[in-house]
């Protein structure tokens, strides 16, 4: 379980990183915790590894009025110890306390779970729970693109060759916002088998809720005022989202999404 | 014995000192083991669980670097036949060369500087196979459009037993069910992998063999034969292991491969397992189904057994345990602690294109006590009896001890009752009945106990029947002391996360006096050591401890010679203790003893007795059918019914394990083997589909219980000294590994008996839950 040959290049910005990352088979390296086991599987086999870990201007988190945008290379850990600002009440650093294990969020970085685009990562459905933008850099120039548009399936995302994810635009929330995010793992530390996020904002006029871990990109239900108001059951919920799955499987997204919503309402549930 | 008032003889609960080397990241290991020109090996491994060998090819320009078969001249395929009547053999050939059997089957043997390169090198070689259908169900292993895994064979079964006695007795019961259960096959998960480094010493002309083994003599017998050289060219020494649970008890195709390729080519050669080639090519254990019927009186007295068990053995016979060892094992444990008048029990070990299996700590144990204990239950609720009080029964009473049962175990001594009892009323009913209160309605509480025997230590007369390559007899230890009074200890059996450097040296400690603390124990190596079948079955406190026992009786006897000597006394007035000799008020230290007989010899008589401060000496106890140790498990549940999680609230052990030479690496060992009997009970898991291909190839795939999946355990001992043993202590390493499924199933399935629900398959997931759950509704 070695990997094959590869070049390794790190770079100081992340203007280097896109010079690099013209070349064909470039890839980026953030905290490696997922490509890490692909390339030792051989499942990756880039001829040219872009390491972004210790690259400046991805790393910093830029506070600007009722945005906070997150750098690429900001890590679970960052976020989790509070060394970078919440841009909600709290609600992204508890989440980044349950992703994984410690050793894997103290490299584990938020752009390079949301270039995985792993179904069941947290950051692919809470920042799509939150209606972030990802900033997009590339040959091409910079764009940016919400969630949904970003995350195409399991795995797959709308970024094109030699791009880079630079970070995350994440909207302030404050304490009159309510929030649930509730996830089933099999042991601690494990991905999800299934999640939901429910957000509340009468602030903005916000309602959004996912379900997560669904084997493919995540689902924003879409008309949360049903779910909200009682009109439909979580399992009516989930049996619209995924009407091809057993009952035993959807019992569990139903299970998740009533957690979320229990814990948006201050119910104690977990 | 005492050291100022720190207690480090039989019974005292000391650190183990072995830790501070493995805590401190200062051990070695395999892969420590560096030499100058040594080359790595990869294994190219066969994609495919069955298929017809066309080719294996070897990448031009590395042809050199490239092994295959042909290439190990005179070497001959690793054999573990059982003399059982009916045995069918197979050859684990070193490399596949005309078949491969199962995902992971090695090929081929690339050798280059680094792994890496190996690994470059293994993908270049071209495989030519045709493939054929696999058996990866056992259920199927036996129809008739079944493909046979070895031609020559007449079906895919390496052995059938029948045990029959006075079943027909069964008939007048008043109730009968019947239950097809099964559980998982599992991939031994040790921290360390396998892992081998071979070279050829031209100084001594001896092949020099570091593994991570359990049985390094065994090993050493079994290249021997695979190699045709003679045992006193081979030496096999087992650094630092990091875990063995049984993984490490066998001879391995690598070993005889590195072994040869070190000899013909004058060169080290490591290979060492990575966590791939672990989960996917060697998971190897604990697969069974059960046909199962249990026959009791309304009374509550359980009548007789019929069970219809197989295992899955997987493609070879494996050495030195055989195909056999566990299906067979499960018609002579399966009635345990219980007593019964009639009893049948039909045992097959099928072939399969699985991983050949291996005995996991508990070995069949695990999977017949949650057979036996989920019928118990079963059992209970039909004829409406507490399931404990319908298991104190049935069990046999500590007065009919020592008690021979219907399988003709002989159980040694113990209280069994007593055991359930203390863990039934451990059991906090109070405190559940207020947390079902206030719990959802869809969470919901259950409790389930087990109840198990634990033979271990069982010598000759247990083994010989079996016909396998390695029949445990006498065990020998050698003591010697130091001449600066320190001593040292030589056993055949491997430590490798038992505690045995302790564990003997206060063995040592209480028969000669010396501080534990300054014995140093030297076990495993060929070379050092005396001949041992090595550790496995709960035997090195029995065995080992027995010998090194009988040893430092030998050699107290020998320096109470010397010493009384030096005091002008007689022997039978020398006290040994506390590191010293001493007769009323006089003393000597055991350094200066050891001096003046080591350095300064013209102060003792002419006619002093010659033979010195070392021996060797042999140990069998009293009676070789083994110790039983045995325990109760009381496990508390909660079953999400919504998601299918199951919390473990409370945990309760009650376990005797006879006299604990050390307590506190008892506790561990149950605390470990408990943890591992969660992993059974509830995660751990290898999938195949239907073409024998595994499915969980990581560890995120193939889980295995972390720390915050283990609960706080609360241990109870009780100490019923065995008759047969040197201190009265019995094999104790595997129970814990042993009840955990059956006692984690019945709480399940206590929790959720209001919907009808019983979960028989291992493990018992949340998806299986939901399952069953949905299914229930179904048909309701
Ligand atoms: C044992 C274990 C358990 C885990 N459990 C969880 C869990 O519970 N929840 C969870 O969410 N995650 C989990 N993870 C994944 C973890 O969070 C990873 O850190 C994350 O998915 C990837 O981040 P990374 O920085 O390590 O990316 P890397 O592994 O370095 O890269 C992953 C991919 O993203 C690309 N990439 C990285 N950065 C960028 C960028 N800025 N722009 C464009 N492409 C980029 C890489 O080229 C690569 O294709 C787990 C991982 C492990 C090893």
Redesign the pocket.
Known sequence: MKPAPFAYQAVPSAKD?RAYLASPDA????????????LNLRL?R?ALLVD??RTRD?RGVLEDGDVVTYG??V??ADIEDGRVPDATPGWLRNAAR????RA??N??????????A?P?????NIMTALGAMVL?SGPHGDRSISMEQFILGPYATA?AAG????GVRVLRRSAKAQWGYA?F?RKE????QASAAVLIDPERGEQRIVLGAIERAPACIPDPEAFLSGRLSADDVVAQILPERDEASRALHAAMLEQAHAMAFGGAVK | MHDGNVRRGVGASMLRLEDDRLLRGKARFVADIKMPGMLEVAFVRSPVAHARVRGVGKPAGHEDKVIVSADLKGVSGIRADSGLTGFKSSIEPILAFDKVRFVGEPLAACLAQTRAEAEDIAELVGLDLDTLPAISEMTKACDTDAPLIHESWSENVFLETLVDTNFAAADKADVRISRTLRTARQSMAPIEGRGVVAYWDAHVEQLVVYSSTQMPHIVRNGLAECLGIPQGMIRVIPPDVGGGFGYKGVLLREEVCLAYLAMQLRRPMRWVEDRREQLTGNANCREHHYEITGYANRDGTLVGIDCDAIVDSGAYSLYPFSACLEAAQVASILPGPYKLEAYRCRTRSIASNKPPILPFRGVARTGVCFAIEIMMDALAREIGMDPVAFRLKNLVQPTEMPFTNITNKYFDSGDYPEALGRAAAAVDMQSLQARRQLSTPNKKIGIGFAIYCEQGAHGTSVYHGWGIPMVPGFEQANARFTPDGGLELRVGVQSHGQGLETTLAQVACEILGIDARKVKLVHGDTALTPYSTGTWGSRCMVMAGGAVAAACDTLAGRMKSIAAHLLQTDPSEIILADDKASSGSREISIAEIAKVWYRRPQDLPANMDPAGLEVTQGYKPKKDTGTFSYGAHAAVVEVDTKTGAVEILDYIIVEDGGVLINPMVVDGQIYGGAAQGIGTALYEEMPYDVDGQPLAST??DYRIPGSVEVPRIRLDHMETPSPLTRFGQKGLGEGGAIAPPAAIANAVNDALAEYAVEMLELPITPTRIRESLSRARASS
């Open positions: 990183a890839k980026a390296i953030a905290g490696g915790q997922s490509l890490g086991p692909m990756a880039p972004i870990a991805l690429a290379a890590t679970h349950h992703i994984a294990y894997v969020r490299r584990g970085t938020i752009g390079g779970s949301l270039a995985h792993d069941a990562a947290d950051w692919v997009i970024l791009e880079l994810i630079s996830k793992c530390g494990d991905f999800a | 560890p995120a």
